[in-house]
């Protein structure tokens, strides 16, 4: 601690010298001088802690000189020193705000006791100086708002953070410039009303999320922590917080948000497998991103006529990471089965380059397959995928792997192995999120529970994917904890000839979307109804009777594809005596099964989405102008055959829309999920 | 303790005692393998005891340094295969990358 300061001032120059000595003595840092105004220059150069003032001095008295230096220096302690008898002189000195006073003449003895007493004073109102300084340090410079106001809406006191925070310069003008904080800073004057009623109702701190208006009026969001601030007797006197400004953080979440968003949207494109319609073939893919999006990869290709060729493929993780890695290896897969078609060639040829491409620990397992639908060959390699399983009648047969995972090795080279299959074989393949998945006693799925999930029966094997699935489920006791991405595939091979439509659709599902592609020679309006509706209400998980007036609305629209579309039936059906004889449904199932009729395609696809359910249905006819269709309920129409279809699907959904050419229409329902 | 480590001549072995299924058991399995890499060890046996799974993650590890080890001079090898442990390593060809040898 400094040497206190003490500056002694008398008229005799001999006892200023004595008590400088003695003072000294005392290690304090003395000063003397012999008139009221000498003193006060020394009080403006260098201002004393402790004042020591005789009274009586013939140019400016002691009490004259208390005076004038409190004004200059409040904290200054004074001790007076009177002559003998002198009271009233004492009175008026401390009524002026001096500390003590000493009777003349003074002993060193008393000298030393008053300047002890006013070194503690001056001590303990140093601390307090310092605390004080301390918080109002802590307080200026904190980084955060901090403030004080009155239930009526205005400020009273806010640090130059807060200030800062609301664009104003400084606290003094954020105090005055803001009059009333509700209709000034909040977005709804409103607001502040409630948010008083809860502090008003609640002990302690409250914390919440806030937007408020900037001096500029732009808008920044807060976190607010702050409580009302009560009496003893629990009476509120005013409110008190701290504001955090979150504003760039939430642009960044929100803009890693929309960027999330489309990636998944990327991902959801990466993901869709194109799903050619194929002479005898029909594919089905399932799948389940573990989190928004991963690093599973499907792709079916139509390479001519005769030739199909199967992708599929797992990359190391899932998350970003490993999407971005899918995407490349997707966009490659295309772009080498452009120029070749032989599955050893395209995973060497991917090996080698996405070697380059991924981490060190990274891993693609892969399986490539081209089946050649004329000799029904089966030409394969794989690569690390859990071996693809065919059903053939009552036998499972496994596929045998045939080299390393790709991008392992730059220069690992892999072969191929063929099979023959037979007509109503179906292949089926699946990433090791099926086999990995574990049961709650750390049991794993395997391929042994793939062939469970199959079935041993002729009959079961269509259904082998959804059932391969219900067991992974039922094995993990939950749907809910996948802890991988999972996609599984399935070719089934059939006579075209054969009338048996379901194994004939061409599907891709996913939690909240799913996709249909049929040629309209397999296309059962009543069995495509039934089964899509049914289906959505099990993925939406809902009772297939919410979805039942939607099903109307489904069932016209289909009708309307395959009718109006596909088959050009519109002629026909505007002849009364078509429309009445039986000739038309003979004409209708006759276009069915006649090419071109039978090769176009109705595409059929649900996706749920923020409530809604959306269906559409695509034909490939030539469209119409849904302005031509007549209002069926005009008196002038009751006749009249057409439109009665799209008024019905209408009233049957919330919304309904066609695209420009006519011939696809996009139906929406709100659906509460469950 | 996810793996535990055994001197046995101039062969380490390294037993996984859980399963390897997610990023953060990866990486650990990665640094335990980095870390006896770096220590010099050239001969490491993975030991899975009867641990169920490893994913993708953990057999891009052991691929990882199935090749440091070999362009070292060294040698990877696995002790006997329960038999969820060998299809995996069966699907992914492992089995004839990285010999299978007794403890």
């Known amino acids: 601690m400094r040497n206190l300061k003490i500056l002694v001032v008398d008229d005799e120059e001999a006892f200023t010298n004595l008590m400088s000595d003695v003072l000294k003595k005392m290690l304090y840092d003395v000063r003397t001088a012999n008139s009221g105004s000498e003193a006060l220059a020394a009080e403006y150069e260098s201002p004393a802690d402790i004042l020591i003032t005789d009274i009586d001095m013939p140019d400016m008295s002691g009490l004259d000189l208390t005076e004038q230096v409190l004004q200059i220096h409040p904290d200054t302690i004074i001790i007076a020193m009177t002559g003998h008898g002198r009271i009233a002189d004492a009175v008026d000195f401390m009524k002026r705000g001096g500390f003590d006073y000493l009777q003349k003449p003074v002993s060193m003895v008393a000298v030393r006791l008053a300047i002890e007493s006013a070194v503690n ?53 954020l105090i005055s410039g803001v009059t009333d904080i509700g209709s000034q800073l909040y977005l709804d004057p409103d607001d502040r009303k409630v948010f008083l009623g809860k502090l008003l109702n609640h002990k302690g ?59 998944k949207e990327i991902y959801e494109r990466l993901l869709q497998p194109s799903l050619p319609a194929m002479r005898g073939v029909g594919i089905y893919v399932k799948c389940l991103p573990a989190k928004a999006i991963g690093g599973d990869v499907a792709e079916i290709l139509k390479l001519d006529e005769e030739t199909l060729l199967i992708f599929l493929a797992d990359v190391t993780g899932h998350g970003i990471p490993a999407a971005m890695t899918a995407n490349t290896l997707k966009m490659l897969f295309r772009e080498i089965a452009e120029n070749s078609s032989d599955p050893a060639e395209i995973c060497s040829h991917l090996s080698k380059t996405m070697y380059k491409t991924i981490l060190p620990d990274d891993i693609i397992a892969a399986f490539c397959a081209r089946i050649d639908l004329k ?20 036998e499972r047969l496994s596929l045998e792997p045939t080299g390393f995972p790709i991008g392992v090795f730059g220069d690992a080279a892999y072969r191929n192995n063929i099979l023959r299959l037979l007509k109503e074989d179906i292949l089926v393949a699946f990433t090791d999120g099926i086999t990995e998945a574990l049961s709650e006693t750390g049991e794993i799925f395997g391929s042994q529970g793939v062939k469970l999930g199959i079935g041993e029966g002729e009959e079961s094997k269509y259904g082998a994917v959804d059932s391969i699935f219900e067991e992974v489920i039922r094995f993990q006791g939950t749907d809910e904890d996948f802890k991988d991405d999972i996609i599984i595939l399935a070719v089934t091979l059939f006579e075209e000839d054969d009338s048996c439509s379901v194994k004939a659709w061409n599907r891709f599902c996913e939690p909240d979307r799913c996709f249909l592609k049929i040629k309209s020679r397999y296309v059962d309006v009543d069995g495509v109804s039934n089964f899509f509706i049914k289906q959505a209400a099990e993925k939406l998980k809902i009772p297939s009777d ?26 026909l059906k505007k002849s009364p005596e078509i429309y009445d004889s039986k000739d038309y449904l003979k004409i209708y199932l006759q276009r069915q099964k006649t090419e071109p009729y039978s090769e176009r395609l109705i595409q059929i696809e649900s996706l749920y989405r923020a409530g809604y359910l959306e269906i559409s249905i695509e034909d490939e006819g030539r469209g119409f102008d849904l302005d031509c269709i007549s209002d069926p309920t005009d008196t002038n129409n009751i006749s009249r055959l057409t439109g009665r279809g799209i008024y019905i699907a209408k009233m049957s959904a919330d919304q309904m829309a066609y695209n420009t050419k006519g011939n696809k229409v996009i139906l929406s329902k709100r659906i509460t999920k469950q | 303790m996810l793996t535990s480590v055994k001197k046995a001549g101039n062969r380490i072995i390294l037993r996984i005692n859980e399963n390897i299924t997610d990023m953060k058991s990866g990486e650990e399995f990665k640094e335990t393998l980095t870390s006896l890499y770096s220590q010099g060890e050239r001969e490491i046996v993975l030991d899975f005891g009867s641990v169920n799974v490893i994913s993708s993650h953990g057999i891009g590890k052991i691929l990882m340094f199935y090749k440091r080890l070999k362009e070292a001079g060294g040698q990877m090898y696995v002790a006997p295969l329960n038999p969820n442990i060998r299809e995996i390593f069966e699907a992914l060809m492992l089995d004839r990358l990285i010999p299978e040898i007794k403890l």
């Open chain 1, 121 to 173: 004073r001056w001590r303990l109102k140093d601390e307090l100086r310092q605390a004080e300084q301390r918080y109002y340090n802590l307080f200026e410079n904190a980084p955060v708002g901090i403030y004080q106001s009155s239930a009526e809406g205005k400020f009273i006191c806010v640090n130059p953070a807060m200030a800062r925070i609301f664009g104003y310069v400084s606290a003094e003008e």
């Open chain 1, 205 to 263: 701190w409250l914390s919440a999320e806030k937007q408020f208006f900037c001096k500029n009026r732009s808008i920044i969001t807060v976190i607010i922590k702050t409580r009302m601030v009560r009496d003893d007797e629990d009476i509120p006197l005013y409110i008190e917080g701290f504001i955090e400004d979150i504003t760039e953080k939430k642009k960044q979440e929100e803009s890693f948000r929309l960027e999330m968003a489309r990636a």
């Open chain 1, 375 to 394: 000799s029904l060959m089966l030409t394969y390699c794989l690569c690390g995928v859990p071996s693809p399983v065919i059903i053939r009648k009552h």
């Open chain 1, 546 to 571: 919410c979805l039942e007036k939607l099903k109307v609305a489904f069932f016209e629209l289909l009708t309307n594809a395959m009718e109006h579309g596909n088959l050009e039936m519109t002629a």
